[in-house]
């Protein structure tokens, strides 16, 4: 399979050849599609997103109920976020020519199948979060226990 080429493109997507890498991934590759794909998804916003546009119950969500639904986030911030989903097919967005215009989103076939590796993560992380920030609380204990040992004369 070395130095072959391969064709991979979603349906309805302009199908591209690419020289042969593996499917498994090497994760120190930048053209590693898994390093690629988190490095698209991997901020809580992207996620955050994906979730409330695939749980809404509805077609698509204004860009100000989104921002209703995600404390903490910015304006700016989500615009750049759904900037980034929609340059990625995951996410699509339809100005309505009212004053002021109203933007809504909704998430691409492609979007919404990235729902269900995400809420694989969302389990694991209420299974093992609270394992993560105990050891992450006595590895802080550790630390500065071993430097008032060591700022002692």
Not at 12 to 36: E, I, M, N
Not at 71 to 97: C, F, H, N, W, Y
């Amino acid at each position: 399979m070395a130095g072959e080429e391969s064709t991979l493109a979603p349906p309805g997507h302009l199908a591209v050849t690419t020289p042969a890498r593996s499917l498994r991934g090497d994760l120190f590759d930048p053209s590693c599609p898994t390093r690629q794909l988190l490095d698209r998804v991997g901020s809580k916003w992207t996620s955050m997103v994906v979730k409330v546009l695939s749980s809404t119950g509805v077609d698509e969500v204004r860009f100000a109920e989104l921002k209703r639904r995600m404390p903490g986030i910015s304006q700016k911030m989500l615009a750049q976020t759904l900037r980034s989903l929609e340059r990625d097919s995951l996410v699509e967005r339809r100005v309505e020519a009212t004053s002021p215009p109203r933007v809504h989103y909704r998430l691409t076939t492609l979007g919404a199948s990235l729902d269900e590796p995400l809420a694989v993560l969302r389990e694991w992380a209420e299974l093992h979060m609270y394992e993560v920030e105990q050891a992450g609380s006595a590895w802080d204990n550790r630390v500065a226990h071993t430097q008032l040992l060591s700022e002692q004369p």
